[in-house]
RNA sequence: CGGGGCGUAGCGCAGUCUGGUAGCGCACCACACUGGGGGUGUGGUGGUCGUAGGUUCAAAUCCUGCCGUCCCGACCA
């Protein structure tokens, strides 16, 4: 490709609406163009890392033995009235509109629900099982907030794939192979990635394995051993409880603690470990109006494991300070377990090992010290309702957990029957009795992971493309052509050899740029190989070649460059 | 959905407090110079100041509604 052929359109500025590097990267670059929120155009620069993606994608689920089709973007509401899911996305998520008949339509956020009527009706023998459908496409979620350009866009291009099978065993062996493959897929693409234990949040069933790639602006955390073989959602990753060390108890006593109202206050106006305090939530119950979640100071509730408690009520919701103030007779701030009668005490692991430590007195300005389970308590319930911090022990007894921050990319779930039961999607077994399928569903975000790329390779400078996703592997740079016939034959020359060798070459012809902006230019686009022929190594028969990572130069000699760029490439010749 | 910020040329912004000829930088067009790190000069093009209404002799500026957009939170297969 020649650039006199082809738009580039970069810009110095970095716009105001941009918040990270990714989103202000792609913009800059000219790859992606804001239409409205969350919603994007993608111009012939990224289109062409769309694409690699894509190609990726399709090429290792192909190799799975999975099949493309292609299912519409605009779905009847009739079908998402037989999954349930119509009136449980009413509010946002769905965007529903209506066709001129006043029917019921929406944009598809996913397609549970087309792709089991596609199986219900097509599949009709256990001996057609397991089959394993996928397609590559625009979906439309009407986020309530979307950001990070196209990290969490409203509408955004999905690799969606659909199992069938007749048994338990055999969508396992499905989900096995899927994470295979999503793992040779990311590892392509050369991105640095961890598969997790994950929650399967709303859209149900049971195992379900997200895969990350990591990243400092990523919105999840991850925790992994360091020799690897555990890795978790944060979400779900369980926090072990520690040894209790026994300690000759002390008396309890009652400390004036004016306007002292956070762990920090109390700490440092106390003087004491944070590791010795504890903090108490009050949030609404099942069974009781209110429930009291108990943590030591220095740890965070995970709000996924404290709403699965029987005694707390879904979803998890922070008591009104009027009825904290009603049934404990205090504020936010001064509550503590310590003579806490009238609502259900549950104790993280890691708080309920504490001797002589320090807690809200339940009066506005006062906490105890010395206070210790049991003797100075009501009854409590110990679970685990804490989020791990880096240094915990691993779950699975390897060494200690090491937390990363990461961007979801791909997530594969076992469905069940949550869809094929409700949609009557069922086969005929070997009985000739009618047999509901059981289903795996396995998501990739390919727009999202452009973003994730990038915000896991770039520099000062602008993105730096794995060879694999780049939208060219090399950029060829003439250095004044127009001035210098020999520069001209030469670049033409070894553009039309790389291009003839099977490299994707963009040959950087535009006469009216000085150097300067082409090579500011070709840095931001990210090129992961550069070439600069000019008069001044041509004299030696040599062009100066730039890798974009390291930024480190050399002279080649023209007759070269074509075999080393392909090996650098890592193709054989 | 709660809290906050911002809407003025394609992009980034000033002007708004204190009402009175709509500005700057980048980009773009023309010409000249320049030609190895977003170069210089001269001359230009481009704006119903988000929108609707109100106050006023007069509104980008004051008041009200609406819309858009971004940030924090809630939410998120």
Known sequence: MKASQFSISTIKETPSDAEIVSHQLLIKGGFIKKLASGIYSWMPMGLRVLRKIEQIVRDEMDRSGAQELLMPVSQPGELWEESGRWQLYDEGLLLKFKDRHDRDFCFGPTHEEVITDIARTELRSHKQLPVNYYQIQTKFRDETRPRFGVLRAREFIMKDAYSFHNSLDCLQSTFEQ?????TQILTRMQLEFRAVDADSGSIGGSGSIEFHVLADSGEDLIAFSADGSYAANIELAEALAPEANDTPMKALTKVETPNQKTISAVVSFLDVPVETTIKTLIVEGSQTPLVALVLRGDHTLNTLKAEKLPEVRQ??????EAD??????????SI???GLNNCPIVVDRSAGVLYNFVCGANEDGFHFTNVNWHRDTPDIVIADIRNVVSGDPSPNGNGALDIRKGIEVGHIFQLGNKYSAPMKATVLDAEGKAQTMVMGCYGIGVSRLVGAAIEQNHDDKGIVWPASIAPFQVVVIPINAHKSPNVERVSLELYEQLE???IEVLLDDREQLRPGVKFAEAELIGYPHRIVVGDRTLANNEVEYTERRTLEGANWPISEVTT????ALGKAQ
């Not at 899927?178 to 999503?182: D, E, G, K, Q, V």
């Not at 979803?315 to 009104?320: I, K, W």
């Not at 080393?564 to 090996?567: I, K, P």
């Open 178 to 182: 899927m994470h295979a493959t999503y």
């Open 564 to 567: 080393r760029l392909l090996s």
């Open 336 to 338: 503590g377990p310590a």
């Open 500 to 502: 003839a060798a099977g």
């Open 315 to 320: 979803p998890l919701t922070l008591a009104a």
């Open 324 to 333: 904290i103030q009603s049934t404990i007779g205090c504020a936010p701030g």
